[in-house]
């Protein structure tokens, strides 16, 4: 049991579970806040920068130049950390300041809900790495020559600009955190098993990708990746706020995209994998201590894990696009069944009237005028009463 806070409001048990929910961000930021305030000592400057500065600079060990490169190593996890941290906060201001005052005004249920705060956060986080990551390709030219991708691997493969490894610093802290936000966002357990999934993806490529030193194909695939994904939940948004033209609009352009990119994807890393690497001193023993990961064994299971991964992705959006269709035609013959039911109905109320109609006539004509008066008598009687002057 936590102890209750002394104040007239009804708030949690400090150190219980929903006053920890509730009160994440503030706590995290405060953790967070330690270690930049640590930099403001000079007892504690040189701990408090293991987790906020940049570290394994290899410029200075060669020579001094304007444009600083670093490699990977194990202080990149205490950086990952603090960043980590940082993410978490900033989901909480995001939640706070945009998504829940949009909520608010969209009166959506409790599973729109969930998955517009879910689409509302991947897409900030999707359009800002793809300006990024679009950017670092930009600068580092590899629209201009796709050569890059595999030329000097593995020394200049594994020496990046701060801005490069800083991108997937930025990827790994954003995709850890997505684990506690599950129990902080009080996701549901069905909803669960889907997120935790792609998180795990992310993660595993992401790191795979960042300490075998195939960034350079990696922030490529990824920025295609995240192009697709942008597109898909903007047009979710769309769809959560009513604007029904202009997300099918948005779904149109993904679905063209989404297997534009699939194919894009796996030529891209059959061309590095299969033809650029194996031209570039491929190796039969790695080599760590000079990065040097291209072997043929390490080759083809990344390029078989992409491809593996690219088909699991592709049938998932034909089953997804051959259940909906399914439940389109569903639809269509409960429509087309309540529409024969109602015609059967009015036709066999016009049979049974046609049938009284010809009991009637096939009378003789002194009772047929008295069928028609009882029936006048009784549409008289039915009829509301005539007002007395």
């Known amino acids: ?54 570290h394994h600079n290899v410029t200075e060990a060669l020579e001094p130049s304007d444009v600083v490169h670093y490699t990977y190593g194990r202080l990149d996890t205490c950086v990952v950390t603090f960043y980590f941290l940082i993410a978490i906060v900033m ?32 897409f900030v986080f999707y359009l800002i790495s793809l300006i990024w990551g679009g950017d670092i390709i930009i600068r580092e030219g590899y629209l201009t020559n796709i050569s890059k991708l595999w030329q000097d691997y593995p020394e200049a493969h594994s020496q990046m600009t701060f801005m ?14 997505c684990y506690p936000e599950l129990y902080f966002q009080k996701i549901k357990k069905d909803e669960m098993k889907p997120r935790i999934i792609y998180t795990t993806l992310y993660l595993v490529f992401l790191t795979a990708a960042y300490c075998l030193n195939f960034t350079r194909i990696a922030i490529c695939l990824s920025v295609l990746h995240y ?11 769309l769809y959560f706020a009513e604007k029904a033209k202009a997300a099918s609009y948005g779904f149109t352009i993904w679905n063209a995209l989404f297997v534009l990119v699939r194919l894009g994807s796996i030529t891209l890393s059959v061309l590095t994998f299969w033809y650029g690497l194996a031209q570039q001193g491929s190796t039969s ?12 064994v390490i080759r083809i299971n990344c390029l078989f894990a992409i491809c593996l991964l690219q088909a699991w992705m592709m049938w998932n959006f034909i089953n997804f696009h051959l259940k909906r269709m399914r439940e389109r035609a569903a639809q269509i013959a409960s429509s087309k069944k309540k529409a024969l039911a109602k015609k059967e109905k009015k036709l066999k109320k016009d049979e049974l009237k046609k049938a009284s109609e010809d009991d009637v006539n096939e009378l003789p004509e002194v009772d047929q005028n008295a069928k028609k008066d009882l029936r006048q008598r009784a549409t008289v009687a039915a009829s509301p009463k005539s007002k007395r002057h």
């Open 285 to 296: 023993i790695i080599d760590p201590a000079s990065g040097n990961f291209n072997t043929q």
């Open 91 to 122: 989901h909480a201001i995001l939640q706070e300041y945009a998504l829940d005052k949009l909520n608010r005004k969209l009166h959506l249920s409790k599973v729109k809900h969930s998955k517009f705060n879910e689409s509302g956060q991947l």
């Open 164 to 177: 490069f490894k800083f991108y997937f610093i930025i990827q790994l802290s954003y995709w850890l955190h």
């Open 227 to 237: 192009l697709v994904e942008c597109v898909f939940h903007i047009a979710r948004l």
């Open 1 to 54: 049991m936590g102890l209750k806070r002394r104040t007239g409001t009804k708030n949690p048990p400090i150190f219980s579970s929903e006053f920890l929910i509730q009160n994440h961000a503030d706590i995290v930021s405060c953790f967070a806040m330690f270690f930049v305030l640590g930099l403001l000592f000079q007892t504690s400057a040189p701990i408090a920068s293991i987790f906020v500065v940049m």
